[in-house]
């Protein structure tokens, strides 16, 4: 190894280079070595030095972002972060209603349209999650523009199923990029809403539908309703106009009514009674609702007459019940007679019936009359027992004729005396609900300005009645709130339910013209995810845990169906409103307890629910 070395430095310096120069030469590699071991040392520091400044650099922004963000979505009242937060529903839940599960029934084996019910009995678990909006919901627009404008991301119907539905008017609805109107360039309504409510009071005697009111009607339950422009055009004429369909997998009428801001709840004709007491409505309608009235021996139409109101009416409307020449199918006809209806009109596909204001009637032994239920039978409350074949209602004392009552809204002492309902009583549930009102409106008007500004492209909000629209009061005892919401002029509709085990009064809160249904708390209430902006509840808490109800489903359902950034106002004690704002804060509510200050145990629970994107 050496020879050759030496023998190549020897052709350049010689056969014996000086020593001298050898050393020079060891002397000057040293340095350049050192020279280079320190560069290289130096530049290695440099690189490693900037590589852990930016790595650290960026992962302290990541970690300052992610804890941004995660405050963001999970801010509490007092800002700290929970550990036992309930975790985010999976995206197949954004539409999620309990209780409806389809292949479920069919395999517990419900069949002939029953697999379609509500069947709350096999909701043997229920998953501890909250269920998120779509990727792309946004807060619907306020009232009255919600009415007729809506964002199609935030239902379960697309554009292409919009469109295909067949009717041409839906074609014609105006489709902007993310939105349906139910509107036409010149602000009438598709599908001559106007003209047909004209045809349907003409044919019962009227001038015209502005005369439905002192006719005794003010209050509809729309079977089917569709869009919900029929029940829309009912509510400007100051009808209470429900909407009822059944649950759909796809493009819910139920959910779009809601969504526009019109009363609606889910419910069917199958198998079981509808959640309302007997003598609950002044007009029952239905338009190409889909439901065979003649089948299970007419129990369809003896539950539609349960539900009237004497002297009430009774309007279908669609080619299900005539045939090509437009007459009446003749099974239909048998029904209505052994049910002492009487058929007042037909106009082409509309055909309207009269309950009868005789009572005696059903007991008159005339051949084929149903006969009516035996005494003590209206006592049962109505909420989904098996449908039954005898004339329900008829031994009440509210069998009184629509075309007799003297008020519109106010119950008079007499009616009041019906119920059996002291006048004091009812005052004070009333003067109590308007003191509440106007702190509760105190309460939210600050709060919507400082703590949730405006977002961004929108202009600045006005009080909350405009950003409120749906409410549910959990506890209406006797329709206080919904009263104190009309006197105050709120552009809202309540939603009335009556917890079953209480005292039932919803036949008083349904005389008064109000929307109502009774439930049990227990169980999910029939409607869709986002569907309420507040949500009322006073004394409930209490009377739940007393059963031993879990406060935790309580809340997680109605976090279900509260809209994003909606309200939840709940009073009660001071021992169960502290209990509460715990649960409220696991499920991300940012939460305040408010304190009445009238020397009283009594606690306001004033909750928000967070737009929580994923």
Not at 571 to 585: C, F, Y
């Amino acid at each position: 190894m050496r020879r050759p070395l030496f023998h190549k430095l020897s052709l350049v310096f010689g056969p014996r280079p000086p020593w001298n120069w050898l050393f020079l030469c060891f002397v000057s590699v040293l340095a350049v070595t050192v020279v280079l071991r320190s560069s290289s040392f130096t530049t290695f520091e440099s690189v490693s030095f900037s590589i852990k400044s930016d790595i650290y650099t960026n992962y302290r922004r990541i970690k300052e972002q992610a804890a941004s963000d995660y405050l963001e979505l999970t801010s509490l009242s007092y800002g700290d972060s929970n550990p036992n937060e309930v975790r985010i529903c999976g995206k197949e839940r954004e539409h999620y209603v309990p209780c409806y599960n389809v292949s479920a029934n069919l395999l517990a084996g419900f069949k002939g349209g029953e697999e379609l019910d509500r069947h709350c009995e096999l909701l043997n678990y229920q998953e501890d999650c909250l269920v998120r909006p779509p990727r792309d919901y946004k807060t619907p627009l306020s009232w009255p523009v919600g009415r007729d404008v809506i964002w199609n991301g935030n239902v379960k119907i697309t554009k292409d199923q919009f469109l295909s539905s067949g009717s041409m008017t839906k074609r014609l609805m105006l489709l902007e990029e993310n939105q349906i109107s139910f509107h036409s360039d010149d602000g009438l309504l598709h599908d001559g809403v106007k003209e047909y409510s004209h045809q349907v009071a003409e044919m019962i005697g009227l001038g015209s539908d502005a005369e439905f009111l002192q006719a005794g009607v003010r209050t509809v339950l729309d079977i089917g309703c569709g869009f919900g422009s029929f029940g829309a055009h009912l509510l400007s004429l100051k009808l209470m106009a429900v909407c009822m369909a059944a649950y759909e997998l796809t493009g819910s009428q139920v959910q779009l009514s809601l969504e526009r801001g019109l009363p609606a709840i889910i419910g069917n004709f199958i198998s079981r009674k509808l959640p309302f007491p007997s003598l609950s409505y002044d007009m029952v309608h239905c338009a190409q609702c889909g439901i065979l009235w003649d089948k299970k021996d007419g129990m369809f139409l003896i539950e539609t007459d349960r539900i009237l109101k004497p002297g009430g009416y009774f309007v279908l409307h669609g080619s299900s019940l005539s045939t090509k020449k437009g007459s009446m199918a003749r099974p239909i006809e048998e029904l209505t007679e052994k049910i002492c209806w009487t058929f007042i009109a037909q106009q082409e596909e509309t055909f309207i019936w009269q309950k009868t204001i005789d009572p005696q009637c059903y007991s008159s032994g005339k051949q084929g009359v149903i006969s009516p239920c035996r005494e003590g039978h209206d006592d049962i409350q109505s909420y989904y027992q098996p449908l039954a074949s005898c004339i329900g209602g008829t031994a009440s004392k509210r069998w009184v004729p629509i075309q007799n009552r003297s008020s519109i809204f106010q119950s008079p002492s007499a009616n009041l005396e019906i119920h059996e309902i002291q006048q004091d009583e009812f005052n004070e549930d009333f003067e109590s609900a308007r003191v509440a009102l106007r702190n509760y409106w105190s309460l939210l008007t600050p709060l919507i300005f400082s703590d949730h500004p405006k977002r961004p492209g929108d202009e600045d909000p006005l009080p909350p009645y405009n950003m409120i629209r749906n409410v549910m009061d959990m506890n209406a005892n006797y329709g206080g709130l919904n009263a104190a919401f009309l006197e105050a002029g709120k552009s809202v509709w309540v939603m009335n339910v009556v917890p079953l085990g209480t005292r039932n009064t919803l036949p008083l809160i349904l005389d008064q013209g109000f929307a109502g249904v009774l439930h049990d708390w227990r169980e999910p209430f029939p409607t869709y995810p986002r569907t309420y902006d507040l949500v009322h509840a006073n004394g409930l808490l209490s009377i739940l845990i007393s059963k031993g109800c879990s406060m935790k489903n309580l809340l997680l359902e109605i976090d279900r169906i509260l809209r994003p950034e909606g309200w939840v106002v709940l009073s009660d004690n001071l021992g169960v409103i502290e209990k509460t704002r715990m649960i409220a804060t696991q499920i991300r509510w940012e939460a305040r307890v408010v304190d009445l200050e009238n020397g009283s145990d009594q606690r306001l629970l004033v909750c928000q629910k967070p737009f929580v994107r994923k």
